[in-house]
């Protein structure tokens, strides 16, 4: 891990996930357009340093690729991530304000005419995406009224040498935008590209309208985020990240935008009438690396997703009840499903959990599912085995009719359209109660006890003959039930 007087910044991240073995390095010319968003796709399991880009860049993407890299992140394991964060996400650091001169983004500065976005290596990710789309931006905006900051992720579809579409979901970019369109006034933003995953997990964490994300940054990386001023709007970017584009989106002129490979593994959703940004400034690192973030179900912008998703979900569940016995939160590939890990203490409280589950700061729950300690939440076979054996349908599934919904939930009834305050999906949501009856029932809890075989430690290579063992060391190390092998 890096040293606690260096800031934590993407070159240290690329240094991490070097030393666990995770990066692999593409030295092979690659085109953005064409080839980019294929290798990406295939990588689930390992980040991607491309060197070999056109116009001489470089480029990260898949870092984090999964719930491993998140963790590794935050100097936690798969199965402490989440909770770590959610103890992390009550203790907000302010940022501090640092010089240009102290700023290493601001190593080269570049004005409207001497940039162009189409020689950045943005990719194309998906066959059906209407073009390139910088995935990675997270866009700084404020509060016209209070001038309180927000920073969060917009998918930004290159439309020219200085200009982008913008997809902001009706949330707290979008008030804020909705304030200067109230006034005719463009909104001032600046977009950051390339910094340590910590930012951008808080940039993906949702909070209440108002709190800066920078202070939840500050909270992630247990350091003050360095902040600088931009050159040409008034508004604060990180000093260590790699590039900024400053810009501002014009009040009521929209432009049709994606389709785009979404979160879902969908492409439509979000298309359609959207406003734009248009650029008027650039600064960055000298020799800086660009970040890419292919979208798509368990693709890094998913993991992006989930883990902030599951901590706020972990924070609300906590005291439901005055404190259940709860273990875990994970959101499932797709984002609209979350399982609840957790040992009951009583009849029913598993539901009253799934309640708070599916309306918290994120509007994707719409299925909420709880099991015991002893099944594998990361294991997707074990969750379907939970869901076979532990319950009774009749008693054990709700669905709550009429609710408020994602947009971007393509499976309901859509109102109104992107780019439109009314935009949103109206549909239902379900909850699942997995979990076996609760340890007080003794006689009724002992008959859901899972086997184990006798003398877990036991372990295969041990015993096989020399032959077989190149067969037994590639075997996947998740298997069915392997974390009853562990003492659970
Ligand atoms: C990879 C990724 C891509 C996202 N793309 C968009 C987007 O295009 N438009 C949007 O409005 N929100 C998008 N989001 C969601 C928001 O950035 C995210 O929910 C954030 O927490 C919202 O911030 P807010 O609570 O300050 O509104 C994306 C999130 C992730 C993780
Ligand atoms: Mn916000």
Redesign the pocket.
């Known amino acids: 891990m890096t040293s606690s007087s260096q800031p934590k910044t993407m070159r240290t991240w690329i240094a991490d996930l070097d030393a666990a073995g995770e990066l692999i390095r593409i030295d092979k010319p690659v085109d953005p357009l064409t080839q980019m968003g294929s290798l990406l796709y295939q990588s689930r399991e390992k980040a991607l340093l491309f060197e070999n880009l056109p116009h001489g860049w470089r480029s990260l993407g898949q870092a984090p690729a999964n719930v491993r890299h998140a963790a590794l992140a935050f100097g936690a394991t798969e199965d402490t991530v989440v909770p770590k964060i959610a103890a992390r996400m009550g203790k907000l650091i302010k940022p501090v304000l640092v010089a240009d001169s102290d700023a290493p983004v601001k190593a080269k500065r570049f004005t409207r005419d001497q940039f162009n976005l189409t020689h950045l290596p943005v990719h194309k990710a998906g066959i059906k995406d209407a073009g390139p789309v910088i995935?990675s931006g997270l866009v700084v905006s404020k509060d016209p009224d209070t001038g309180e900051r927000?920073v969060?992720?917009?998918?930004l579809q290159i439309k020219g040498p200085n200009k982008s579409g913008i997809?902001?979901?009706p949330?707290?970019?979008w008030r804020n935008y909705a304030k200067y369109q109230a006034r005719n006034e463009p909104m001032p933003v600046a977009i950051f590209i390339g910094h340590h995953p910590l930012y951008y997990a808080a940039?993906?964490?949702?909070?209440a309208y108002g709190l800066d994300?920078f202070e939840i940054a500050g909270g992630y990386l247990e350091e003050a985020v360095r902040l600088v001023k931009c050159d040409t709007v008034d508004l604060e970017v990180p000093a260590d990240a790699e590039l900024v584009l400053e810009g501002h989106i014009p009040p009521h002129y929209r432009e049709e935008e994606g389709p785009f490979s979404e979160?879902q593994d969908y492409y439509v959703t979000?298309t359609g009438n959207n406003p734009v940004v248009e650029y008027q400034h650039m600064t960055c690192r000298n020799d800086a690396i660009f970040k890419n973030?292919q979208?798509g179900s368990e693709m890094e912008?998913c993991v992006?997703?989930k883990i902030p998703m599951s901590a706020a979900i972990f924070r609300r569940l906590k005291d439901v009840g005055g404190g259940p016995n709860l273990h875990n939160v994970m959101v499932l590939p797709g984002i609209f499903a979350v399982v609840v890990q957790m040992t009951p203490r009583a009849y029913g409280e598993a539901k009253n959990l799934l309640m708070a589950a599916l309306s918290s700061e994120y509007q994707h729950s719409k299925l909420a599912i709880a099991v015991d300690q002893d099944v594998d939440i990361f294991n997707h076979s074990e969750l379907l085995w939970a869901l076979n054996t532990r319950v009774d349908p009749d008693k054990d599934v709700v669905i709550i009719p009429g609710t408020h919904n994602h947009a971007m939930d393509a499976s309901l009834t859509e109102l109104g359209a992107p780019g439109t305050g009314l935009w949103q999906r109206f549909g239902s949501k379900m909850l699942i109660d997995a979990t076996k009856p609760p340890p007080t029932d003794a006689a009724a809890h002992a008959a859901l006890e899972r086997i184990r075989p006798a003398n877990p430690q036991l372990r295969l290579e041990d015993f096989v003959a020399a032959e077989s063992l190149p067969l037994v060391k590639a075997l996947p190390k998740i298997f069915f039930g392997s974390k009853m092998m562990h003492g659970r």
């Open positions: 995935g927000n969060s992720f917009h998918r997809l902001l979901y949330r707290h970019t940039a993906a964490t949702t909070a994300e979160f979000g973030l979208n912008g992006f997703h």
